[in-house]
């Protein structure tokens, strides 16, 4: 398990990789079973792919989640992996394309709301390492956590 979250792009090349080389996908990227199925679409997920070194952070998460009777509140998957930009930027580059980041209830949390996750999730996810997006300063993103802060 990764116990340090780096902080900016630097740090976050320098552990995960760069996303700029063309097999990122293939060294990097694993599937891991989720200790609960989700919903993506309306449809089960048994599976996620992330980051190869975050796989026990984001297992540790969920398998918390199910221990302490949380599934209710985390059920809706949004994706870890995606290569695509920021959400309003045509530049940045997202931080789902390193498969460190998580969109959780989607239709709850949306971009820039200020409804958030309970504090008990928000500190699971913490102690797991994740940065929530509902903490952010420029633009609130509750669906969001990463396994990074400075980007
Ligand atoms: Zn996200």
């Known amino acids: 398990m990764l116990d340090k979250t780096p902080n900016g792009l630097a740090e976050i090349n320098q552990v995960f990789g760069s996303i700029d080389d063309p097999n990122f996908e293939n060294k990097y990227i694993r599937a891991f079973p989720m200790p609960y199925a989700l919903l993506y679409n309306g449809q089960t997920v048994?599976?996620?792919?992330?980051?190869?070194l975050l796989i026990d952070n984001f297992t540790q998460v969920f398998q918390e989640i199910q221990k302490r009777g949380l599934c209710d509140q985390v059920k809706n998957y949004g994706g870890i992996y995606q290569v695509r930009k920021e959400r309003g930027s045509t530049t940045k580059p997202s931080v789902h394309c390193w498969a460190i980041a998580i969109d959780l209830e989607e239709?709850?949390?949306?971009?820039g709301s200020t409804a958030?996750?309970?504090?008990?999730?928000?500190?699971?996810?913490?102690?797991?390492?994740?940065?929530?997006?509902?903490?952010?300063?420029?633009?609130?993103?509750?669906?969001?956590?990463?396994?990074?802060?400075?980007?």
């Open 46 to 52: 048994v599976h996620a792919r992330c980051h190869y």
């Open 107 to 111: 239709d709850k949390y949306p971009l």
């Open 116 to 151: 958030r996750f309970s504090d008990d999730i928000v500190q699971i996810f913490k102690d797991a390492g994740f940065a929530y997006g509902g903490d952010f300063v420029h633009r609130l993103d509750p669906m969001h956590w990463q396994f990074c802060t400075g980007y």
